[in-house]
């Protein structure tokens, strides 16, 4: 039996070699035999998606080594779906993303539509942070265009990767009329999800991206094409301005835990946080001293969020915490991660009154 280190470069250089070969057979803009194929602008971020083993330790891989071109040109029958053009916006793990690739994908894919340079966008990201950049551009690309995002649990040096087949179903999803109207959606593993619902579930598994709440939005496979199940057209998205500069104001999650006390909100008011989203226990509840200390900061004009460490389930206003005395939000659906993408966008809007804020954070279903 081969040595594992042996095996893995082995198999490391048999995929090389397939993407060599496709990219030498396939250029990226496909012409495609149907007239007029919708036109889709992938752009790559980086992740796993793109990655490749590390030769010298089983299972381990480094994010973002392969490009969205050499992507795209590894994925056999991805030009019959539509005509394709592929850029580079980062080549990251998405431990690393940051506000600088979300204005600069933001800017790209509205600029993408507004000049009709493209009939839908697929993102190619890691999966860590997929759930908030789904979220974040949801909310700030304007029209009716499908903007789909996708990434891959296993490498793409892997044995099975899974990043081809959800490349494929991506296209397969943004190619399609009926995908007009429900903004940003996450493809993987033959599930459609919407960008506010979304969320990673499982550290390892191909099944991972799950929306606790509503359930996924569609299916996508390979034979049966596109099923959309569910309706996301009600939903506010594309509703707020893109900030001038490439940052979003400082807001910090607090996680909510047993002997909670208020050292971790001092903390984040020291170092300059216009908000903060405390992740709660519960229905987003905390201690005593860390809603005392909460209410002081929200007194100060700092935005206070109450969302909750439950993996699902709603935050309702004024249960346990009297929301209306003490100035907090809550974040209705909205888990911590994108209860602080949500915050961060609404403040760089110039709002912070509670009222508001409230509205803007309950969804119109
Ligand atoms: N750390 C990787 C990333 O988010 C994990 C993945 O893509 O699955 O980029």
Same mark, same amino acid.
């Given at each position: 039996?081969?040595?594992?280190?042996?095996?893995?470069?082995?198999?490391?250089?048999?995929?090389?070699?397939?993407?060599?070969?496709?990219?030498?057979?396939?250029?990226?803009?496909?012409?495609?035999?149907?007239?007029?194929?919708?036109?889709?602008?992938?752009?790559?971020?980086?992740?796993?998606?793109?990655?490749?083993?590390?030769?010298?330790?089983?299972?381990?891989?480094?994010?973002?080594?392969?490009?969205?071109?050499?992507?795209?040109?590894?994925?056999?029958?991805?030009?019959?779906?539509?005509?394709?053009?592929?850029?580079?916006?980062?080549?990251?793990?998405?431990?690393?993303?940051?506000?600088?690739?979300?204005?600069?994908?933001?800017?790209?894919?509205?600029?993408?539509?507004?000049? #009709?340079? &493209?009939? =839908? %966008?697929?993102?190619?990201?890691? /999966?860590?942070? !997929?759930?908030?950049?789904?979220?974040? +551009?949801?909310?700030?690309?304007?029209?009716?265009?499908?903007?789909?995002?996708?990434?891959?649990?296993?490498?793409?040096?892997?044995v099975s990767a899974d990043g081809p087949s959800n490349i494929y179903e991506a296209v397969?999803?943004?190619?399609?009329?009926?995908?007009?109207?429900?903004?940003?959606?996450?493809?993987?593993?033959?599930?459609?999800?919407?960008?506010?619902?979304?969320?990673?579930?499982?550290?390892?598994?191909?099944?991972?991206?799950?929306?606790?709440?509503?359930?996924?939005?569609?299916?996508? #496979?390979? &034979?049966? =094409? %596109?099923?959309?199940?569910?309706? /996301?057209?009600? !939903?506010?998205?594309?509703?707020?301005? +893109?900030?001038?500069?490439?940052?979003?104001?400082?807001?910090?999650?607090?996680?909510?835990?047993?002997?909670?006390?208020?050292?971790?909100?001092?903390?984040?008011?020291?170092?300059?946080?216009?908000?903060?989203?405390?992740?709660?226990?519960?229905?987003?509840?905390?201690?005593?001293?860390?809603?005392?200390?909460?209410?002081?900061?929200?007194?100060?004009?700092?935005?206070v969020v109450r969302a909750t460490r439950v993996r699902s389930g709603f935050v309702t206003?004024?249960?346990?915490?009297?929301?209306?005395?003490?100035?907090?939000?809550?974040?209705?659906?909205?888990?911590?991660?994108?209860?602080?993408?949500?915050?961060?966008?609404?403040?760089?809007?110039?709002?912070?009154?509670?009222?508001?804020?409230?509205?803007?954070?309950?969804?119109?279903?």
């Amino acid at each position: 039996m081969n040595p594992p280190t042996f095996r893995s470069a082995r198999l490391r250089n048999v995929t090389l070699a397939a993407i060599g070969l496709a990219l030498c057979s396939s250029p990226i803009n496909f012409a495609a035999k149907a007239a007029d194929p919708p036109r889709i602008l992938v752009l790559a971020t980086g992740g796993t998606i793109a990655g490749q083993a590390d030769p010298r330790a089983t299972g381990a891989y480094k994010s973002g080594q392969i490009t969205g071109e050499q992507l795209v040109a590894s994925v056999p029958g991805l030009g019959q779906l539509a005509k394709l053009n592929a850029e580079q916006i980062s080549s990251i793990g998405s431990q690393d993303m940051n506000d600088k690739v979300w204005f600069a994908l933001a800017r790209r894919i509205q600029q993408a539509f507004d000049k #009709d340079e &493209a009939d =839908g %966008v697929v993102i190619t990201h890691g /999966t860590d942070t !997929l759930e908030e950049t789904a979220f974040f +551009l949801d909310n700030v690309i304007k029209g009716d265009k499908p903007v789909v995002i996708v990434g891959s649990m296993r490498p793409a040096t892997a044995v099975s990767a899974d990043g081809p087949s959800n490349i494929y179903e991506a296209v397969q999803v943004a190619a399609d009329p009926r995908s007009r109207g429900r903004g940003v959606m996450a493809v993987l593993n033959d599930k459609i999800e919407g960008a506010r619902a979304v969320t990673k579930t499982n550290t390892t598994s191909l099944e991972t991206f799950n929306s606790p709440i509503s359930g996924p939005i569609g299916y996508v #496979d390979t &034979a049966g =094409g %596109v099923r959309f199940m569910a309706q /996301t057209t009600g !939903l506010k998205r594309g509703n707020y301005a +893109l900030p001038s500069g490439d940052q979003l104001p400082r807001v910090a999650i607090v996680y909510s835990h047993a002997n909670m006390d208020a050292i971790p909100i001092e903390d984040a008011i020291s170092h300059g946080a216009k908000g903060i989203v405390l992740a709660g226990v519960g229905d987003g509840n905390s201690s005593k001293s860390a809603i005392d200390a909460l209410e002081a900061a929200a007194k100060k004009g700092i935005v206070v969020v109450r969302a909750t460490r439950v993996r699902s389930g709603f935050v309702t206003r004024n249960v346990e915490v009297d929301d209306d005395k003490n100035g907090f939000v809550v974040s209705e659906d909205l888990n911590p991660q994108k209860a602080r993408v949500l915050t961060q966008l609404l403040i760089a809007n110039g709002m912070t009154a509670p009222g508001d804020m409230q509205k803007a954070f309950t969804a119109t279903w």
